[in-house]
């Protein structure tokens, strides 16, 4: 069982705060599925710039970009110092004030309503298990398509081969207390064609970063 680990300087209300006002100091952050398990996501990687191995990723995309779930926006301002246009998205106020609060170019929104620029971003991001936000990947990948141009890519961090796909009920937990349950997918690197393909993508590239990150690179099917 993957245990997510993240630390905190204050406790603020579990169901209130975004776990991105968590901040780092000691472990203690997980996020759990309603089957116990606890899934792998990095909370301390939110706060900090994008990682060597991030940046080389982002190098090889295509702007403009929109960055889905964007947190504190790491990613976003990652490629503003590179000059590629990129627009962060994400439905949490204090998520969005830590990002504006970095610079990053940024919009408070629930990534299924209307957006800028629909149809004409070169890449869509979901990083750091993104691809299970609102818990239906298929939407969620089709949402992404109606984004992108017709010949743009999706870049979704999965989780490693073995792990397929479901759809779970997760919450934060902190010391005893949990956030609000929320709607969530897990999806593994053997089971991202088969969520994408009814939503109209296919998967261009998949592998692993040297630290052991899944990423996939989907684009609309032939
Ligand atoms: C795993 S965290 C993002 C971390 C960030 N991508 C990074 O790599 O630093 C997931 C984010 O998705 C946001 N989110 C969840 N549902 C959303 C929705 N429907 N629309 C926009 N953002 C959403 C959450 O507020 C949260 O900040």
Redo the contacts with the bound molecule.
């Keep these: 069982m993957a245990v997510l680990t993240a630390t905190y300087r204050r406790r603020p209300a579990l169901s209130q705060a ?3 006002e968590w901040v780092p100091q000691r472990p203690s952050v997980v996020l759990r599925t309603e089957d116990g398990d606890t899934l792998d ?1 990095d909370l301390t ?2 706060h900090d710039p994008a990682t060597a191995e991030e940046q080389d990723l982002l190098a090889a995309v295509q702007g403009p970009v929109i ?9 976003v301002v990652s490629l503003a110092s590179r000059s590629v246009p990129a627009l962060g ?4 106020p204090s ?1 969005i004030a830590l990002a504006r609060a970095r610079g990053a170019t940024v919009l408070q ?4 309503q209307p957006l800028p620029g629909e149809g004409r971003w070169a890449t869509a ?1 979901l ?4 691809v299970g ?2 818990g239906d990947p298929t939407r969620l990948l089709a949402r992404c398509r109606e984004l992108t141009t017709a010949g743009g890519q999706v870049v979704a961090e999965v989780q490693p081969p073995g792990t397929g796909s479901r759809r779970v009920t997760a919450w934060f937990e902190l010391d005893g207390h949990r956030s609000e349950p ?1 709607a969530w997918a897990v999806i593994g690197a053997d089971a991202i064609a088969d969520v994408a393909a009814p939503a109209g993508l296919a998967v261009a590239a998949l592998g692993a970063t040297p630290s052991g990150r899944w990423f996939a690179r989907l684009q609309a099917a032939a």
């Design positions: 975004h776990p991105s996501m990687r939110w960055d889905l779930g964007c947190g504190p926006g790491r990613l998205v994400d439905s949490s998520a929104r629930d990534l299924f991001l990083f750091d298990g993104n936000i609102g929320f």
